[in-house]
């Protein structure tokens, strides 16, 4: 089944300890994407990346990082988690023509306290 | 500056009947890509239309239908003869060609839909 692996759905860590969310898609998938959710806000764009080793800051990078080492796997790093990065959490892939929208994952609740 | 704007928090609609959802959109860069995503309760983002800002005409995908006026920056979802599993939040989103794709979204639209 063509889809995008997110892990963990859900997680309540403490300020400051260091935390990766994987992403792995299956569909061969130039183009990803990692998306925070939060209540009137939409989503924004945290970093995307258009291949292997090319990544880009979105709309709000501070606070994160990502890696593209192989094609179908793009993790989420937040080296020292605030609570306001309190949030939920997408990766998204598509094979990079605008015309097909994201296959998005399910989706990590991330809690920081 | 790229940007979506979507006006209505929440709608309601009545089973069977028709519904559009508003979405305008603002961006310098002629080539552009407009989308419609839908959010159930349970949480997944679910693709449902594309429109390319140089496609003449109007984008269909069984009930959704995208209007889309170039002119007014405007791209409306109708969803038509609604059903009662088309209660959700549906969010409308631009990616532009320049800059490296960046995807843009609107900050949602819950539609209730009424037996």
């Known amino acids: 089944e063509a889809q995008v692996t997110q892990n963990p759905r859900y997680l309540i860590t403490v300020t400051g300890k260091k935390l990766t969310v994987t992403c792995s898609q299956n569909m061969n998938h130039e183009y990803m994407s990692w998306y925070r959710q939060d209540p009137g806000l939409g989503l924004r764009q945290i970093y995307y990346s258009m291949n292997v080793e090319v990544t880009d800051k979105g709309d709000v990078p501070e606070g994160y990082k990502v890696s593209r080492k192989e094609k179908r796997n793009f993790p989420l790093i937040l080296e020292s988690p605030s609570p306001n990065q309190t949030s939920l959490y997408f990766c998204?892939?598509?094979?990079?023509?605008?015309?097909?929208?994201?296959?998005f994952g399910s989706g990590t609740r991330l809690t920081v306290v | 500056a790229q940007k979506i704007t979507q006006t209505q928090p929440g709608m309601f609609v009545q089973e069977k009947e028709a519904v559009t959802l508003d979405c305008t959109y603002d961006t310098s860069d002629p080539s552009y890509g407009l989308f419609w995503y839908k959010q159930p309760s349970s949480g997944e983002m679910i693709f449902l239309i594309y429109q390319g800002s140089y496609d003449q005409q109007n984008a269909t995908e069984g009930r959704y239908s995208l209007n889309f006026q170039k002119a007014r920056k405007s791209a409306n979802l109708v969803i038509s003869a609604s059903q009662l599993g088309d209660s959700a939040m549906y969010f409308c989103a631009m990616r532009v060609d320049t800059g490296g794709f960046k995807t843009i979204f609107g900050a949602g639209t819950r539609l209730f839909v009424k037996a």
């Open positions: 998204a892939s598509n094979e990079g023509d605008r015309a097909y929208g994201y296959t």
